[in-house]
T-cell receptor
Framework: AQSVTQPDIHITVSEGASLELRCNYS??????LFWYVQSPGQGLQLLLK??????LVQGIKGFEAEFKRSQSSFNLRKPSVHWSDAAEYFC?????????????FGGGTRVLVKP | NAGVMQNPRHLVRRRGQEARLRCSPM?????VYWYRQLPEEGLKFMVY????????ESGMPKERFSAEFPKEGPSILRIQQVVRGDSAAYFC??????????????FGPGTRLTVL
């Protein structure tokens, strides 16, 4: 069965500094990969997704992610963090051959932004 | 262009009562997913439905939980005889009618269920 690991439960970063969130997946083939952001008390918003092609994916709000097959990773990055980026971030995997797209989520990384 | 709607946003039930959670997908979407988020955890898939059909219920607890998506009206997640362990946030997501694994899922704001 597929699984997703986000090793960092909490990350604190200063406003203006760079941010990298780690995501590792376990799956027998290349999965579909997603990053979602959840603000407190809110639903999830899609930041970006990877299906195939260029392994560097650009998303909304200045985020990007890089798929590395050899490391089974899909890390999320942002060059300069804004206070509004404080939220919880979830990496998710979808199966290629599944009916629809049942997503498996990681445990999440909570990002705190210091002034 | 309304997004995915869920109601109620907050629901309080006593042990043994029934909880009904509603989800109206985005306009034009006919696929609905339900996920549960326990405190301090990620989301866990529960069930995937199309209009009038349950496609995948592999994440649903075997007892007390049921889901439907009728031809008309919202999708309903029903929890009978709730217990404290059912306290969680329940999220609904919808996707376009193509049913492809590449379809983006759009999430609603969630229903936060508290069982006293």
């Amino acid at each position: 069965a597929q699984s997703v690991t986000q090793p960092d439960i909490h990350i604190t970063v200063s406003e203006g500094a760079s941010l990298e969130l780690r995501c590792n997946y376990s799956y027998g083939a290349t999965p579909y990969l997603f990053w979602y952001v959840q603000s407190p008390g809110q639903g999830l918003q899609l930041l970006l997704k990877y299906f195939s092609g260029d392994t560097l994916v650009q998303g909304i709000k200045g985020f990007e992610a890089e798929f590395k097959r050899s490391q089974s990773s899909f890390n999320l990055r942002k060059p300069s963090v804004h206070w509004s980026d404080a939220a919880e971030y979830f990496c998710a995997v979808g199966l290629i051959k599944a009916a629809g797209n049942k997503l498996t989520f990681g445990g999440g990384t909570r990002v705190l932004v210091k002034p | 262009n309304a997004g995915v709607m869920q109601n109620p946003r907050h629901l309080v039930r006593r042990r043994g009562q029934e909880a009904r959670l509603r989800c109206s997908p985005m306009k034009g979407h006919s696929h609905v997913y339900w996920y549960r988020q326990l405190p301090e955890e990620g989301l866990k898939f529960m069930v995937y439905l199309q209009k009038e059909n349950i496609i995948d219920e592999s994440g649903m607890p075997k007892e007390r939980f049921s889901a439907e998506f009728p031809k008309e009206g919202p999708s309903i997640l029903r929890i009978q005889q709730v217990v404290r362990g059912d306290s969680a946030a329940y999220f609904c997501a919808s996707s376009p009618p193509t049913g492809q694994p590449t379809d983006t899922q759009y999430f609603g704001p969630g229903t936060r269920l508290t069982v006293l």
